[in-house]
Every structure is written in structure tokens, then in C-alpha cells.
T-cell receptor
Framework: TQLLEQSPQFLSIQEGENLTVYCNSS?????LQWYRQEPGEGPVLLVT?????EVKKLKRLTFQFGDARKDSSLHITAAQPGDTGLYLC????????????FGTGTRLTVIP | NAGVMQNPRHLVRRRGQEARLRCSPM?????VYWYRQLPEEGLKFMVY????????ESGMPKERFSAEFPKEGPSILRIQQVVRGDSAAYFC?????????????FGEGSWLTVV
């Protein structure tokens, strides 16, 4: 089993603030995906990162894959109440692998 | 283009009954995965299937659980003689292919409650 630890586990911030969520592992992943999950619904894919050091931007969200492909971060600029949710990172163990290892999750609350 | 479709969304079963969860992958996707999310826990891989084949069932409990993806029709996750500990959200996911950067899309889940 390849473990992914996310931090912080819970985060409550005011609207307009910036935040960073971390996803760390001692294992190397061939790719890593970030999802957001609302209560009672399935995870919705935000981004897939593949190359070590890769940075992807999705509006106010910036995703980075560590150089060694063991860790990743999600940075949100000027958070809005609509960003509230459970953020999950998930790593693919090796090229051609068939299952994702999910992180422990970060529950974000943005207060208006 | 419809996403991954799961049904039923909610299912209540008494202990000892059978639960059948169905999943239709996204159009053009031939790879199906089942994950389980226990209350207050993360998603855990259960099984990976392609049409008519189980490729990896390393995450499936050894007894009572089975999965299939027939040539025609949806993938089925079957739980026999359910127990309270089976209560969880079961998510199906699909992808077009394997390989680096392969993106996996999830359905909205089937919530099983065993009473």
C-alpha cells in the first residue's frame, strides 16, 4: 500500500484568504490527481499531473507535482465560499497501473 | 456526453440480504474500477475490470464480494449476505485506457445501508 498523507486535515479560512494543501508520500507516483468531493457525491476530477516539477493552473487553483514525484501541493488564491469541500489527492503507483491510492483528505471551509 | 452512471444511489438492505450495485462507464471507456468509502475514511480500491475480465481484485474482501463487467450491460458489484460493516459509499470509476497520466472519472456513488 502506498500512503498519501494530506495536511492540514481541516482548514477554516475567511473569504479572500490564500491557502495551500499538501499531499506527501515516501513513494514515487507515475501521476497524481486532485479531486474535490461534496457531501453525498462522488469525487470530481480537478487536475492530473504527470511530470516531476509540473505546475498546472485552473483559474485560482495552482497545482504542483514535486520534482521527485512523491508529493504535490494545491494552492488556492483568494478563496471563495464556493471552494468549500473535501479535497483529495490520489496517486497512480506506476505507469500502466490500474488503481489510485487516495490521500486522507483536506476538508476546507471558506467563511463568507 | 454522460458521465459514469451508478444505480441505485441509495440502497437499504437487511443483514443477510444481497446487494447489487450497477455501473455504466463513460462512453468510450472500457476500464471500470470500484472503490469503497467507509464512514469517515478515505476511498479504497476494490477491483479493476475490463470487458468480461477481472484484471485486479486485490482490494476485494475474500468472501461475499464479487464483481463482473459483461460484454453487454453495466458492471455489477455484488455483495452477498450483507453485514452492518458493509455499510459504505461504493464508487465506480472509468477510464479510456491505461498508462501514464491516465485519468479516472468517478460516478456519484451508491450508498449502501445495512440495517
Amino acid at each position: 500500500t502506498q500512503l498519501l498523507e494530506q495536511s492540514p486535515q481541516f482548514l477554516s479560512i475567511q473569504e479572500g484568504e490564500n491557502l495551500t494543501v499538501y499531499c506527501n508520500s515516501s513513494s514515487v507516483f507515475s501521476s497524481l490527481q486532485w479531486y474535490r468531493q461534496e457531501p453525498g457525491e462522488g469525487p470530481v476530477l480537478l487536475v492530473t499531473v504527470v511530470t516531476g516539477g509540473e505546475v498546472k493552473k485552473l483559474k485560482r487553483l495552482t497545482f504542483q507535482f514535486g520534482d521527485a514525484r512523491k508529493d504535490s501541493s494545491l494552492h488556492i488564491t483568494a478563496a471563495q465560499p464556493g471552494d468549500t469541500g473535501l479535497y483529495l489527492c490520489a496517486g497512480m503507483g506506476r505507469a500502466g497501473a490500474n488503481n489510485l491510492f487516495f490521500g486522507t483528505g483536506t476538508r476546507l471551509t471558506v467563511i463568507p | 456526453n454522460a458521465g459514469v452512471m451508478q444505480n441505485p444511489r441509495h440502497l437499504v438492505r437487511r443483514r443477510g440480504q444481497e446487494a447489487r450495485l450497477r455501473c455504466s462507464p463513460m462512453k468510450g471507456h472500457s476500464h471500470v474500477y470500484w472503490y469503497r468509502q467507509l464512514p469517515e475514511e478515505g476511498l479504497k480500491f476494490m477491483v479493476y475490470l475490463q470487458k468480461e475480465n477481472i484484471i485486479d481484485e486485490s482490494g476485494m474482501p475474500k468472501e461475499r464480494f464479487s464483481a463482473e463487467f459483461p460484454k453487454e450491460g453495466p458492471s455489477i458489484l455484488r455483495i452477498q449476505q450483507v453485514v452492518r460493516g458493509d455499510s459504505a459509499a461504493y464508487f465506480c470509476a472509468s477510464s479510456p485506457d491505461r498508462g501514464v497520466g491516465n485519468t479516472i472519472y468517478f460516478g456519484e456513488g451508491s450508498w449502501l445501508t445495512v440495517v
